[in-house]
């Protein structure tokens, strides 16, 4: 099992800064990919951004040059940077960890607890 922590967000107002950390600890896996996906309401889960162990990057065009995803394979944690937010922004953001073994197909894939981040007008 791998467990996710997840820290960071908040209540900002819009042009503002946040930034979202999540630490993954437990059973994790040399191959993974962690990111963050988002959920506002009355809306479906969205992919935001996700990052490789091999730092490989993916973000949702909606966030392009204003988010930036990193992370620190020694800590197991992802970090988002997210700037110049907008209300369209606010939402649940959710943790991913998805982790796989070398030449299994498997995935196992775990969620955090989630974070709200708020931002007015």
């Known amino acids: 099992q791998v467990q996710l922590v997840e820290s960071g967000g908040g209540l900002v107002q819009a042009g503002g800064s946040l930034r979202l950390s999540c630490a993954a600890s437990g059973s994790t896996f040399s191959i993974n990919v962690m990111g963050w996906y988002r959920q506002a309401p009355g809306k479906e889960r969205e992919l935001v951004a996700t990052?490789?162990?091999?730092?490989?990057?993916n973000y949702a065009d909606s966030v392009k040059g204003r988010f930036a995803i990193s992370r620190d394979n020694a800590k197991n944690t992802v970090y988002l940077q997210m700037n110049s937010l907008k209300p369209e922004d606010t939402a649940v953001y959710y943790c991913?960890?998805?982790?796989?073994?070398?030449?299994?197909?498997?995935?196992?894939?775990?969620w955090g607890q989630g974070t709200q981040v708020t931002v007015s007008s």
């Open positions: 991913n960890y998805e982790g796989r073994r070398r030449y299994d197909p498997k995935r196992y894939n775990y």
């Open positions: 990052i490789s162990s091999g730092g490989s990057t």
